[in-house]
C-alpha cells in the first residue's frame, strides 16, 4: 500500500500523517509551496513530498504516481469570499477524483474527509445517521456536500466518506480560542447550539486510516464522532476546571454573536485574511444542535472513540502549554 495524502500540513490531516507513520504506511504529501511546515516535523523525514496544489490538476496528477490509496484531507474551513470554500472544497475535490481516474488502474481508494457540515445541524433526540437527507445550512457545509456528491457521481474507483463533527486536540485553532478565554478569566456561555458531538483528533485520524482497506468502507459514507453529547456550557466547564482558572461567566447570546461575527468579517474583508468567526458561520452557530450518531462504523468496523472529553481536553492542554499556546 502506498497513499498520498493531501492536507497533510493542516490540524486533523497531520495527525492523519502520523497515524500513517505509526502503521508504517508508505506515505506522499501534497504540500503546497508555502504550507507550513510546523505541524511535520515528526514525520517529514520518513515520507514522500510531493509540490502542488488541489486546485492544480496537473500537479495532482503527478503526484498520484505509483499510488494505491489516496487521503483527501485538504480543505476550506474559512474564507474571506464564499467562492473560496468551493473553489476547495467542490473543484478541489473533483480535480482529486479525476486524477484518481485517470491514475490508470493503481489507485484502489479514495478515503474522502468531508464534514458533518454537509449533513446539517440534528438534535440529540435525533442524532444526524448516514442515510439521512442532507440538509446543509452553511455555505461552508453546502461546499463540502458539494464535494461530497463529486465523490459519489465522479470517482470511477472505490471510495469512502468520513463526516466529522467538530474536532479538538492538540494543533486545533478552533477550540483554541476557548481555552484563550478561559486563561484571561472568562467562560464563554454560548446559547447555541444545544448539544455536540465530537471527535478527538487522533480517534478521528484512526477510523480515516482505517478506512483505507476495510472492505465494508466502500462506497460507504460514516460519521465519525465519540458517543458522548456535550453542551457548548459543558465543554467550558470543563476546560476551566482543568485549567484551574477562576472565571467570570460570559453569556454569548444571538443578540451579540451576529455584531460578532458580522465586526469579524468585516476585519477579514479589510486585511484579506479569512477569521474562524465570521457571517458564512453564523447559521452554524445559531443551529438548534450538532449531534451525529456514529453507530454505523462502529458496526462496520468496531470503531469507537476512545477519547472521552476529560482525557481529550487534558491531552490537548497539556498540547498548548508544551507548546507554549498557553
Ligand atoms: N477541524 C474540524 O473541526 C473539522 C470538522 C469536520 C471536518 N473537517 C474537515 O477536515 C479537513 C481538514 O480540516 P482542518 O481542520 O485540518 O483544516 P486546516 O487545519 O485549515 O487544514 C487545511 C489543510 O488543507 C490544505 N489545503 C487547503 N487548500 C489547499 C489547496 N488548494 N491545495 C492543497 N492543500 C490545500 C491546507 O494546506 P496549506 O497548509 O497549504 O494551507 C491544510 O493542509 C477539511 O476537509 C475539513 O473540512 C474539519
Known sequence: MKVLLTGASGFVGSHVLESLCARSIATRILLRPKSDRGFLTNSLSSVEVANGSITEPESLRNAMGGVTHVIHCAGCTKSVAIKGFYEVNQTGTRNVVEAVNTGGTGVRRLVHVSSQAAGGPASADHPAREDDLPQPISEYGKSKLAG????????R???AIVRPPAVYGPRDRGFYSLFQAVQHHLRPQPSAPKALSLVYVEDLAEAITRCLDLPAATRQTYYACASEVVTGLQMADVVARQMKRWTIPMPLPAAVLWPACAFQDLLARLTRKARLLNLAKYPELRAHGWVCSGAKLERDFGWSC???LE???SKT???YRENHWL
Open 148 to 155: 461530497e456528491m463529486e465523490v459519489r457521481q465522479g470517482c
Open 157 to 159: 474507483t472505490d471510495f
Open 306 to 308: 476512545k477519547t472521552g
Open 311 to 313: 482525557a481529550g481536553v
Open 317 to 319: 492542554l497539556r498540547w
